[in-house]
């Protein structure tokens, strides 16, 4: 395996596992207080962006597009984590907002790497 498909298999690991992950917290996330229906928002802007990033690599689009896909899904989830910045979200969907966060900053550098 060549050290550019073990690239492309990270970066398809990555954007399953966060899209996995943004999937779980949405569904297992009430909706009861303001800054979890401004999470689910959040949420589902994340999987919508995951989606076009899955989309536009998928049908072989430049590979400006595909950077501009997932520098969006990677600032869109560092907002999201800064929007609970001081809020009473729990530890636990910190953890897992880091995580997701995490992710993207993976797609992100690797789809750039890949890229040039």
Do not use: C, Y
Request: proline residues 3%.
């Amino acid at each position: 395996m060549t050290q550019r498909d073990e690239r492309l298999a990270k970066v398809a690991k990555s954007i399953s596992d966060a899209s996995d992950l943004v999937t779980l917290l949405s569904e297992r996330l009430p909706a009861a207080k303001p800054w979890q229906r401004a999470l689910k928002t959040n949420l589902a802007d994340l999987d919508r962006l995951a989606q076009i990033l899955r989309m536009t690599i998928s049908l072989g689009r430049p590979d400006d597009e595909v950077i501009t896909a997932a520098a969006a899904l990677h600032e869109a989830s560092r907002r999201t984590g800064a929007a609970l910045a001081g809020s009473r979200v729990d530890n636990t969907t910190l953890a897992a907002l880091k995580l997701v966060f995490d992710l993207t900053r993976t797609i992100h550098s690797e789809i750039t790497a890949l890229a040039s």
